[in-house]
């Protein structure tokens, strides 16, 4: 069965450094997210992307973040300058539209841990 | 914020039913009902969705009440591996994204 790839699974950084979390998203889907959640947090959308332009973001994607379909398959979210309130996991999603529903496939996600 | 209410936690006994609520009462009537779990270290994972009409899948059934205020995820045998947070999600159309609760979270005893 078709699922969603991340890399790193866990990716470590100073802070101030930039860091890219990568996704490969199902391969006939249309539309795609980036997701985090803090630890004991809730889920929390970030982003989403649709034929190579954000559709829409949330007030947490502010300038520091940015993302990226580069090449046919990679999804990318860019954080330019981590801080330490950056560290959570990072879900990416994909989304076939498929009859109007949207059901969302997410990623096993990737743990960014800022020091 | 959420759209849908869910009780905090819940617990099974391993190979019984389960039973979810989710209250949704201000649900719009092209609203889908998506069911999502997380199990731990893990991304959500799809179990369910439904409009008006009660849905099976070889994971779960999905009850959905009449007035569509309300639906019942069913775990027809809990195993330990269906613990999880079992999340209840209201996709509006012409915006996409998710917005998650906090969701319900699932202790299956042996």
């Known amino acids: 069965e078709p699922e969603v790839t991340q890399t790193p699974s866990h990716q470590v950084t100073q802070m101030g450094q930039e860091v890219i979390l990568r996704c490969v998203p199902i391969?006939?889907?249309?539309?795609f997210y980036w997701y985090r959640q803090i630890l004991g947090q809730k889920v929390e959308f970030l982003v989403s992307?649709?034929?190579?332009?954000?559709?829409?973001k949330s007030e947490i994607f502010d300038d520091q973040f940015s993302v990226e379909r580069p090449d046919g398959s990679n999804f990318t979210l860019k954080i330019r300058s981590t801080k330490l309130e950056d560290s959570a996991m990072y879900f990416c999603?994909?989304?076939?539209?498929?009859?109007?529903?949207?059901?969302?496939?997410f990623g096993p996600g990737t743990r960014l841990t800022v020091l | 914020d959420a759209k849908t209410t869910q009780p905090n936690s819940m617990e099974s006994n391993e190979e019984e039913p389960v039973h979810l609520p989710c209250n949704h009462s201000t649900i719009s009537g092209t609203d889908y009902i998506h069911w999502y779990r997380q199990l731990p270290s893990q991304g959500p994972e799809y179990v369910i969705h439904g409009l008006t009409s009660n849905v099976n899948n070889r994971m779960a059934s999905l009850a959905i009440a009449e007035d569509r205020k309300s639906s019942t995820l069913i775990l027809h045998r809990a195993t330990l591996r269906d613990a999880a947070v079992y999340y209840c999600i209201l996709t509006t159309s012409g915006t996409y994204k998710y917005i998650f609760g906090t969701g319900t979270r699932l202790k299956v005893l042996a």
């Open positions: 999603a994909s989304r076939q539209t498929q009859g109007g529903i949207d059901t969302q496939y």
């Open positions: 391969s006939n889907h249309l539309y």
């Open positions: 992307f649709y034929n190579n332009e954000i559709s829409e």
